[in-house]
């Protein structure tokens, strides 16, 4: 309700989003890595289950979350493997 113009933020984020998906499609090494991020994903959202009688209290801090975030790779364990791939790869 703050009436702000996201324009801009929208465009830098779709041309964000372009960019990883043409590093990801460039690369075999970096695909697989991202399908298996998606697939931890994938089964954490298999298990869970959507109580449409608890709609209304979201702030239910004992209600088990499906998606365990402590299981993904920490920003500086991404920022190191995304280091690690471009020392290997050189300039290509």
Do not use: N
């Not at 041309?15 to 460039?26: F, I, L």
Request: no cysteine; proline share 1%.
């Amino acid at each position: 309700d703050l009436g702000l113009d996201l324009t801009d933020l929208d465009i830098a984020a779709a041309a964000w989003e372009r960019s990883v998906a043409d590093v990801v499609a460039s690369d075999s090494d970096v695909a697989g890595y991202v399908d298996r991020l998606e697939s931890r994903y994938d089964q954490g959202l298999a298990g869970y289950v959507v109580d449409d009688e608890d709609e209304d209290d979201e702030d239910d801090e004992d209600e088990e979350d499906w998606f365990d975030e402590d299981e993904l790779p920490s920003g500086d364990t991404l920022a190191e493997d995304f280091e690690r791939y471009l020392r290997e790869h050189g300039e290509d």
